[in-house]
């Protein structure tokens, strides 16, 4: 089987072929294409990639390139992880929305919605191209952010896509670990969408151990996802930690106003790991590794890919995927993050029990949001963008939302065709 990934040259990249090496017995995966524009970091990471394959005793060769067309000639499965405007424009998703009070963060609020713009058309464009290339039964797993919006376009364009995010496989693995159990032995009811989900279960032989989670392991789990114990004992699930920018808003956007930018941190990361990856010796993964995120990112990705790819019966993975009546408040064609049966005809989510209000109007709200984010995403338009973020609970009033609007279409013009007329 041929894996292309586009954005091959990013530095979490070796995590996925670290996952791949650890996962010879059921993911047939002989040919791994990485593509990329930039052909320095593409060339840095396709050659620590090729010795951490052959470290491991993978026969699987890797290739780079910074052809698409070359890369996915041939793909049983795409995956796109890229990131329009690099760190650069991340740092301004983290800081430009702090001018109006908002939290600035590069998936969520304002932030997140001109991540959305830059790169909704680009994969849109991407995945044009693959299914002429590569074919219609081709699928693509979609990692880059923000997943669900990303997702969403892809899906409604008719491409064979689900999306995929580590936040739960990461809370999957320490359920497990804090009861004692195998990890897969964990099935998490995960409700709600990409960024803005809660565990509400955690069965173990059918027995929900959630409880016991948060009686035994509070304060741990309190500090992991930084809500307050008493408030997550009040809520009784728990949340993703991306819910403390909806939870804590203001007093994340004070901490902000006092922290380096995450996108500062991460480029200081990228470039300790690629100058790693350019050492010959270096044949395993740089224990460095783990500062620059995704946590499970690789196990995630190289299971999903299986489960799509393989012919075999349908495993259980929490992806993105359309709602189709899962939760009865929202569009059909809304797309959810939800525990979901998955084989080579795709994804299809699992039943739940009804979502309780103080989860399902948050979701709502958010949908809504995303909703009028693609719109602008797809149609272009200042008011559109406006209409974006009056609409995001963590904006909602016409000041901000002028203000903001403004300001992100300025900052982002090189990326929008539509701002430069």
Not at 40 to 69: C, I, K, N
Not at 122 to 130: N, S, T
Request: overall charge negative.
């Amino acid at each position: 089987m041929k894996l292309a990934v586009v954005g091959g040259g990013s530095t979490y990249t070796p995590e996925l072929i670290d996952g791949i090496a650890g996962r010879r017995s059921t993911l047939d995966v002989d040919e791994i294409v990485l593509v990329d524009p930039d052909a320095y970091r593409v060339e840095a990471v396709g050659g620590f990639s090729r010795r951490l394959l052959s470290h491991a005793g993978h026969p699987a060769q890797v290739r780079t390139t910074q052809s698409l067309e070359e890369g996915v000639d041939g793909a049983s499965a795409v995956l796109i992880q890229l990131r329009v405007g690099g760190q650069r424009a991340r740092r301004s998703d983290e800081t430009f929305p702090h001018v109006c009070g908002c939290v600035g963060q590069e998936t969520t609020g304002a932030g997140g919605l001109a991540k959305a713009l830059r790169t909704v058309p680009v994969v849109l464009d991407i995945a044009e191209r693959v299914r002429k290339i590569a074919g219609d039964d081709t699928w693509i797993v979609n990692f880059t952010n923000p997943v669900g919006i990303v997702t969403r376009a892809l899906l409604n364009e008719g491409h064979r896509a689900v999306g995929l995010c580590n936040v739960a496989i990461n809370l999957q693995r320490q359920f497990g670990r804090l009861l004692g159990v195998g990890a897969d032995d964990v099935k998490l009811v995960h409700t709600g969408l990409n960024h803005l989900s809660w565990e509400r279960g955690a069965l173990v032989d059918g027995v929900d151990r959630l409880p016991e989670l948060l009686e035994e392991h509070l304060g741990y789990l309190s500090n992991e996802v930084s809500v307050p114990e008493k408030w997550l004992r009040r809520l009784n699930v728990v949340p993703s930690y991306y819910l403390k920018y909806f939870y804590a808003h203001d007093e994340q956007v004070t901490k902000q106003r006092t922290e380096r930018p995450r996108a500062d941190v991460v480029s200081d990361v990228e470039e300790e790991l690629l100058k790693i990856y350019l050492d010959p010796e270096q044949v395993t993964k740089p224990e460095s590794l783990e500062k620059r995120g995704g946590a499970y990112y690789s196990e995630a990705a190289v299971q999903l890919v299986h489960a799509l790819t393989a012919g075999g019966p349908a495993e259980e993975h929490v992806v993105n995927v359309r709602n189709d009546g899962t939760f009865p408040f929202l569009p059909d064609d809304a797309v959810i993050e939800a525990r979901s049966t998955v084989d080579s005809s795709g994804a299809t989510p699992i039943p739940q029990p009804p979502v309780e209000p103080n989860f399902s109007g948050l979701i709502a709200a958010t949908t809504a949001y995303e909703f009028l984010a693609l719109e602008a995403a797809v149609k272009g338009g200042r008011d559109r963008v406006a209409d974006a973020l009056l609409a995001h609970p963590l904006v909602g009033q016409y000041t901000k939302a002028d203000t903001l609007a403004d300001s992100l279409v300025q900052i982002n013009r090189e990326y929008l065709p539509w701002a430069r007329g």
